[in-house]
């Protein structure tokens, strides 16, 4: 079936750095991208929606030059934290697919600490 | 809005125990409904799903009926295993694009 791969599955990095999540759909071409992030006790929340070629759509209140989504290839999404502070530390997902006829597989996400 | 209330865990049974984890919704438009499963260490995995009213989706076990009258979408099973013991999902998505609504996520651990 369709897989997501994620990495890193967990970072920690210090305050001030850029972190990177990857993820590549491995046997399928992921037109579009999904990046969430949930909070300790609270819902998987949409942050952005990519698709491939194209700027992403940030949800609102997510900082677009805080959180850059790159889109280049159908097999390849990255998020980058810049400037960590500890309050991004999340645990973020990605989901990619072809369209809703074809569903969505999801990464098996990335624990961001930030110390 | 589109949101979902799920049960808060976590939630530790016995093997053989009956399981349910209650899910309510809301949305604007007819969603989709979906359980999706999170093992130790991997990603989101669909359980099952269901797209219209009275829609009873069922996998390894486990099932769920889409009732509209209540905005439900219940997960049951009615022997749990400890190989059961994830963390478990209920989602929404409507037409737009199928982006999901989460809810908060129950942890299940079934004890031999």
């Known amino acids: 079936g369709a897989v997501v791969s994620q990495h890193p599955s967990w970072v920690i990095c210090k305050s001030g750095t850029s972190v990177k999540i990857e993820c590549r759909s491995l046997?399928?071409?992921?037109?579009?991208m999904f990046w969430y992030r949930q909070f300790p006790k609270q819902s998987l929340m949409l942050m952005a929606t990519s698709n491939e070629g194209s700027k992403a759509t940030y949800e609102q209140g997510v900082e677009k030059d805080k959180f850059l989504i790159n889109h280049a290839s159908l097999t390849l999404s990255t998020l980058t934290v810049t400037s960590a502070h500890p309050e991004d530390s999340s645990f973020y997902i990605c989901?990619?697919?072809?369209?809703?006829?074809?569903?969505?597989?999801f990464g098996s996400g990335t624990r961001l600490t930030v110390v | 809005g589109n949101s979902v209330t799920q049960m808060e865990g976590p939630v530790t049974l016995s093997e053989e125990a009956f399981l349910t984890i209650n899910c309510t919704y809301t949305a604007t438009g007819y969603p989709s409904l979906f359980w999706y499963v999170q093992y130790p260490g991997e990603g989101l995995q669909l359980l099952l799903k269901a797209t219209k009213a009275d829609d009873k989706g069922s996998n390894k076990g486990f099932e769920a009926t889409y009732r509209k009258e209540t905005t439900s979408f219940h997960l049951e099973k009615g022997s749990v295993q400890v190989s059961d013991s994830a963390v478990y999902f209920c989602a929404l998505s409507v037409n737009t694009g199928n982006q999901f609504y989460f809810g908060t996520g129950t942890s299940l651990t079934v004890i031999p």
């Open positions: 989901s990619g697919g072809q369209g809703q006829n074809y569903g969505y597989t």
């Open positions: 046997d399928f071409q992921a037109t579009t």
